[in-house]
C-alpha cells in the first residue's frame, strides 16, 4: 500500500531544477558529438554554408516557442508526450511517449559510440577492436544510469558542471579565430555549380539535428521550480546559446583552417586547435568532446526515464514504469531503458564506430521530430478553444510555422531511417495494447 501511494505521487522528488539546470539539460543534451563534425561537412559550401546555422536557429525557435505556449498550459512532467496526450488523446501521446522514449535510447547508444571513439585518441587500439569497444559503452551508459537512479540532485548537478564545462572548449576555439584568424583562408559565398537556394536547404537539413534535444527541458517539469515560467525562458535562452556557439565556433574555424583542408579532415576542431597551439590543442579538444558526450548522455538518459514515467501513471504503459525507488527516481524505467540501450548497443557495434553512430543518430533526430509536429497539432486542438484576436492568430501562425519545420526535417531524413522508424512505431502497438487490459 505504500509503495501504491508512492507511485501516484504527482511529484517525483521536491524541485530541485531551476532555470540554470533547466538550461543545462537542455543545451547540455544539444551540444553533443555533432559539432565536433560539423565543420568539415560545412566546408564545401563556402560562407553560405555557415547560414545553415541561422536558419535551422530559426526554426528551431519555432519550434521552442510553440513548446513554450504549451508549457504554460500544461506544466506536467512528460514535455512534449504531456501535450500530445492532452490535445490529441490517448493514442496519439502513446504513439509520442514511445517514438521519444526511442529517441532517447537511440540517442545514448549513439552518445556511447562517439565517447568510445574520442576515447580512443587517448587509448591507441580501442577504436580498432569492436569487444573493447562495446565493454567500455557498457560501462559508461550503466555508470550514467547508476546515477541518475541514486537521485535527480545529482543528475542535474553533474549535467550543469559538463555543460558548463563542455563550452569552454567551444569558447576557447572561438577566441582562437579572432586572434589566429587569416583572411586567405575566408571562403567563397558558395560553389558555382550550385544555386544558393538548394545550398540553403541541404546546409539547413545537415545541421537540424544539431539542435535535437532542446525541448529535454520540459520534461522534468514536477521537479521545476514555477515551470509555467522557467520552461519557456529555458527554451528560448537553450536555442539562441546553441545558436550562436554553433555559427561562432564554425566561423572561427573556417577563418582558421583553409577550406580545402577542413572538408577533407575527420577532426576539424583537432585540426584547428593543432595548428594554433600544437599537440597540446589538440588533447584539450578531444577532452571536451569527451566531456560534452558526456553531458549529453547524461540529459537524455534522465529524459528517457521521465518520459517512461509519465506515460506509466496516464496508463499508457505498464504500472511498473510508474514505480518509484527509495530515492524518488524512476528505477525501473531507467533499467529497462539501460537493458533497451544495452540491446542496441550490441547489435549495431558489428557496423563500426562511424556507421552505428550515424545511423542511431539519425534515428534520433526523426524520432524527436515526430514529436515536434505532433505538439504543433496539439496546439492546433487548444487553439480553438480561445478567444478569436491578434493573440490567437500569432499562435495559429507560429505553430503552422512549427509543423512545416519539423515536416521539412522529417523528409530531409529519407527513406531508410523513416522505415525503421515506422517499423519501431508497429513493434510498440503490443505495449500499448497490455497497457490499456
Known sequence: MEND?????????????????????????????????????LAPYGLLGMAGWLTAGAGTLLVALSLSRLARRIPKIGGPYAYVHAGLGDFAGFLIAWTYWISCVAAVA???????????????????SNGMALVCSLGLIWMIFALNIRSLESSS????????????????????GAIYMEPANVPAYYPADMHPAAILATVTTLVMWSFIGIETASVPADNMVDPEKTIPRVLVASVLTIMMLYFLVSIAIALIVPAAELSNSTAPFALAATKVMGPVGGAVITAGALISTLGSLNANALTAGNIALAAARDHLLPNKFSQLGRNGTPTFAYLVTGLCVSLLLIMNFTKGLVEAFTFMAMLSTLSTLLAYA????????????????????????????????AFFAIWGAGPEIAFYSLLLILIGMPMYALARR
Open 5 to 41: 501511494s508512492k507511485t501516484l505521487d504527482t511529484r517525483i522528488s521536491p524541485p530541485a531544477i531551476g532555470f540554470w539546470r533547466g538550461w543545462s539539460i537542455a543545451v547540455g543534451c544539444a551540444i553533443g558529438s555533432g559539432i565536433f563534425m560539423m565543420p568539415t561537412l
Open 110 to 128: 549513439g552518445i556511447a559510440v562517439a565517447f568510445v571513439g574520442y576515447l580512443g585518441v587517448f587509448i591507441p587500439g580501442l577504436g580498432d
Open 157 to 176: 548537478q553533474f549535467q550543469l558542471i559538463s555543460t558548463m564545462l563542455k563550452i569552454l572548449p567551444l569558447l576557447l576555439m572561438i577566441a582562437m
Open 374 to 405: 505532433f505538439c504543433a497539432i496539439a496546439e492546433f486542438y487548444f487553439l480553438k478553444s480561445d478567444q478569436p484576436g491578434p493573440e490567437r492568430n500569432r499562435a495559429i501562425g507560429l505553430s503552422i510555422a512549427a509543423f512545416a519545420y
